[in-house]
């Protein structure tokens, strides 16, 4: 058994809520920030994450490691809609699981989440390029709509190329039917 790092993870954990929530006022969601990952704190979250404390990158894939899956990542991505998993689903005509598209302010904050995990992550390695370097690394395999996928890597593109000023003005002002 690992050893737990309860206050690490905790600390790491906020930190992060903390850049989002941020993250989200500048983008204009507020609500959206407030109410973001509170799941990491229930204890279906919280103790795989103590046990499985990285530092520098996700203890789920820590707990996947282990155990092929992460049973805190399935309860996490099915009540937290920023994350594009929750938006799967079975399409009887296809028979297959496929994208669903996401509303546009899950879209924003998934952005802001993407960004402040990159921070946190990456500490002072960090870049405007490195959300996007993540993102990209899994685009072939992800099961992501394909407007929503467009949307988000239109963002990350803004964020690397104008920085976060630029985009974040430019997302406080995006509309649910815009096109990117």
Same mark, same amino acid.
């Given at each position: 058994?690992?050893?737990?790092?309860?206050?690490?993870?905790?600390?790491?954990?906020?930190?992060?809520?903390?850049?989002?929530?941020?993250?989200?006022?500048?983008?204009?969601?507020? #609500?959206? @920030?407030?109410?973001?990952? *509170?799941?990491?704190? =229930? %204890?279906? /979250?919280? #103790?795989? @994450?103590?046990?499985?404390? *990285?530092?520098?990158? =996700? %203890?789920? /894939?820590?707990?996947?490691?282990?155990?092929?899956?992460?049973?805190?990542?399935?309860?996490?991505?099915?009540?937290?809609?920023?994350?594009?998993?929750?938006?799967?689903?079975?399409?009887?005509?296809?028979?297959?699981?496929?994208?669903?598209?996401?509303?546009?302010?899950?879209?924003?904050?998934?952005?802001?989440?993407?960004?402040?995990?990159?921070?946190?992550?990456?500490?002072?390695?960090?870049?405007?390029?490195?959300?996007?370097?993540?993102?990209?690394?899994?685009?072939?395999?992800?099961?992501?709509?394909?407007?929503?996928?467009?949307?988000?890597?239109?963002?990350?593109?803004?964020?690397?190329?104008?920085?976060?000023?630029?985009?974040?003005?430019?997302?406080?002002?995006?509309?649910?039917?815009?096109?990117?």
């Amino acid at each position: 058994m690992t050893d737990m790092h309860p206050i690490k993870h905790f600390i790491t954990i906020t930190r992060h809520r903390h850049k989002v929530i941020a993250n989200c006022f500048r983008a204009g969601i507020p #609500i959206r @920030g407030l109410l973001h990952d *509170l799941s990491k704190y =229930s %204890p279906t /979250e919280f #103790i795989p @994450g103590a046990k499985y404390y *990285l530092g520098n990158r =996700s %203890p789920n /894939e820590g707990e996947r490691e282990t155990y092929g899956y992460s049973k805190a990542w399935m309860h996490h991505k099915g009540r937290n809609r920023h994350h594009f998993e929750y938006w799967t689903d079975y399409n009887p005509k296809t028979r297959e699981v496929e994208g669903v598209e996401m509303p546009l302010k899950f879209v924003k904050e998934m952005f802001c989440d993407r960004v402040a995990a990159s921070k946190i992550y990456n500490g002072e390695n960090y870049t405007d390029s490195k959300p996007l370097e993540y993102f990209m690394r899994a685009k072939k395999i992800r099961i992501i709509h394909l407007k929503t996928s467009e949307q988000l890597e239109f963002l990350l593109r803004m964020l690397e190329e104008k920085g976060e000023k630029e985009t974040f003005r430019y997302i406080r002002k995006m509309k649910e039917n815009d096109n990117v």
